[in-house]
């Protein structure tokens, strides 16, 4: 039986009960990737273009905003759900920070992401530029997502 986390970025707390929810469904760990700065609400303002998260998303792509928090024993682990908030229709940041500081070399990613509207566009895509593993499929999830519709989400999954 392969060894399962739930790591998550929640700037809202949103993404925070999908995967709380998730990680009791499945029955594994559950990690939240915390950034050295958190997010403020001004942060958060996609309308302001002078906000961080614009900064981050739309002006300069390739920053990685910094981590306080670090897997310990990541390589005890074969299968990472890794979920985040969908920001200008790919993850933020901060999730290519958390793929580029380990070695997920054999390991399968399934992400989720939560989103009031924007599906997954490029995000995968993206997402593999930064790590080596293997990402097995993605979905974005509803906030309100109840236990059972979890349930049969990870029944429909191959890892």
Known sequence: MSKIIVAYFSATGTTKNVAEKLAK???CDLFEIVPKEKYTSADLNWQNP????????????????????????????????LGFPIWWYVAPTIINTFLESYDLSNKKIVVFAT???SGLGNTIKKLQESTNAAFVSGA??????????????VKTLKY
């Open 25 to 27: 469904v499945v029955d």
């Open 50 to 81: 002078k906000s961080r998260s614009s900064y981050e998303m739309k002006d300069n792509p390739n920053f990685r905003p910094s981590i306080s928090s670090h897997v310990n024993n990541i390589d005890q682990y074969d299968t990472i759900f």
């Open 115 to 117: 989103s009031g509207s």
């Open 140 to 153: 974005r999830l509803n906030a309100s997502i109840s236990k059972t519709e979890l349930q049969n989400w």
